[in-house]
T-cell receptor, first 115, second 114 residues
């Protein structure tokens, strides 16, 4: 069965460019999370969706970051006017439920490099 | 507030010897705890999780972890390391009562020597 997929796998952007990162969760999964993983660090929470509702965006580092999940399935993380400090791996995870015990299934990530 | 500390950034073992990866957590209430493994260029994979049903949790690939409330620890162990265990390991804490935001540790890199 298909797992969580992310595209592109690698993205190089010039400083100031806008980028869009896509996440395809497992079909039917209610919850979707975005994380940012800097080199040598653990993933850090960015934002959380339950179906199409963005319930928490407290981890987004600035107003240049925006995420959406309009139909409750595919999600897009957009970064406007990219900066060098945005360089990281962006991970998407989905889970079938919304509880604290639910297993999250992770995608392979998108490695963003801002020059 | 919740937090998790992985006490070692790197652990080096020989193949066939035991593995111990240490994790301490902080949480206001009884949390749910997870261990994930990340192989190079692959997504994070769940090894095991603690959800208050049993303090000794068995996971995949021979790993297990014991929840010790008095020590606020959730250390990951394996009796005998295999070369394929070489990877990055993350301890994760999530809050009680359906709190959904997971907090990851910084990770422990497991190195396995032949």
């Amino acid at each position: 069965g298909a797992g969580v997929s992310q595209s592109p796998r690698y993205k190089v952007a010039k400083r100031g460019q806008d980028v869009a990162l896509r996440c395809d969760p497992i079909s039917g999964h209610v919850s979707l999370f975005w994380y940012q993983q800097a080199l040598g660090q653990g993933p850090e929470f960015l934002t959380y969706f339950q179906n199409e509702a963005q319930l928490d965006k407290s981890g987004l580092p600035s107003d240049r970051f925006f995420a959406e999940r309009p139909e409750g399935s595919v999600s897009t993380l957009k970064i406007q006017r990219t900066q060098q400090e945005d360089s990281a791996v962006y991970l998407c995870a989905s889970s079938s439920g919304a509880g604290a015990f639910d297993e999250q299934f992770f995608g392979p990530g998108t490695r963003l490099t801002v020059l | 507030a919740q937090s998790v500390t992985q006490l070692d950034s790197h652990v080096s073992v020989s193949e066939g010897t035991p593995v111990l990866l240490r994790c301490n957590y902080s949480s206001s209430y009884s949390p749910s705890l997870f261990w994930y493994v990340q192989h190079p260029n692959k997504g994070l994979q769940l090894l095991l999780k603690y959800t208050s049903a049993a303090t000794l949790v068995k996971g995949i690939n021979g790993f297990e972890a014991e929840f010790k409330k008095s020590e606020t620890s959730f250390h990951l162990t394996k009796p005998s390391a295999h070369m394929s265990d070489a990877a990055e390991y993350f301890c994760v804490v999530r809050g009680p009562g359906g709190s959904y935001i997971p907090t990851f540790g910084r990770g422990t890199s497991l190195i396995v020597h032949p």
